[in-house]
T-cell receptor
Framework: NAGVMQNPRHLVRRRGQEARLRCSPMKGHSHVYWYRQLPEEGLKFMVYLQKENIIDESGMPKERFSAEFPKEGPSILRIQQVVRGDSAAYFC??????????????FGPGTRLTVL | EDKVVQSPLSLVVHEGDTVTLNCSYEVTNFRSLLWYKQEKKAPTFLFMLTSSGIEKKSGRLSSILDKKELFSILNITATQTGDSAIYLCAVVVRETSGSRLTFGEGTQLTVNP
């Protein structure tokens, strides 16, 4: 059973370009979470999605960032017009259910975004 | 606003030492507390704690939760250089739309030979 997969593992973009980060959850998992880890900081929640629905996007910056989790295919975190401050490690996690008391999220290897 | 605070932020010890990492929290609708170990890659799951006073153990690692005083500790005995990592504490918070994690800043543990 493959774990959470993210690609690319490393992404370099110039200021103003777009970045697309992909996350394939574990088999059987329908809940996806995106986190950002800035240098010298902890993991920060960004957004929580189920298939075709954004459940909680309270951690997403108001502009330039968007996320989707279509019925088919991976979840995508999209950053438009990237700036140097977007340079960070972006982690995706998945869980089989969010409603139970014993929620455990499995993390992908992360995508390291570098904005030049 | 939910808050998870870890201490110390960094810790340097020698192999064989015992360390205690702390995590305190102030959140609404607490569900559980999770400990992760993060090396140069994604965090890996260590423990999940939902009930007070019940110690979870895995080898040289153990953890316990105090829901009255709103904190948890992670103990590592007989530390090894391979224990060097960032240890993250996260609290699962229940919301109307589901649940999500709030992370602390992490404790950077360095174990020297």
């Amino acid at each position: 059973n493959a774990g959470v997969m993210q690609n690319p593992r490393h992404l370099v973009r110039r200021r103003g370009q777009e970045a697309r980060l992909r996350c394939s959850p574990m088999k059987g998992h329908s809940h996806v979470y995106w986190y950002r880890q800035l240098p010298e900081e902890g993991l920060k929640f960004m957004v929580y999605l189920q298939k075709e629905n954004i459940i909680d996007e309270s951690g997403m910056p108001k502009e330039r960032f968007s996320a989707e989790f279509p019925k088919e295919g991976p979840s995508i975190l999209r950053i438009q017009q990237v700036v140097r401050g977007d340079s960070a490690a972006y982690f995706c996690a998945s869980s089989p259910t969010s409603g139970g008391a014993y929620n455990e999220q499995f993390f992908g290897p992360g995508t390291r975004l570098t904005v030049l | 606003e939910d808050k998870v605070v870890q201490s110390p932020l960094s810790l340097v010890v020698h192999e064989g030492d015992t360390v205690t990492l702390n995590c305190s929290y102030e959140v609404t609708n607490f569900r559980s507390l999770l400990w992760y170990k993060q090396e140069k890659k994604a965090p890996t799951f260590l423990f999940m704690l939902t009930s007070s006073g019940i110690e979870k153990k895995s080898g040289r690692l153990s953890s316990i939760l105090d829901k009255k005083e709103l904190f948890s500790i992670l103990n590592i005995t007989a530390t090894q250089t391979g224990d060097s990592a960032i240890y993250l504490c996260a609290v699962v918070v229940r919301e109307t739309s589901g649940s999500r994690l709030t992370f602390g800043e992490g404790t950077q543990l360095t174990v020297n030979p």
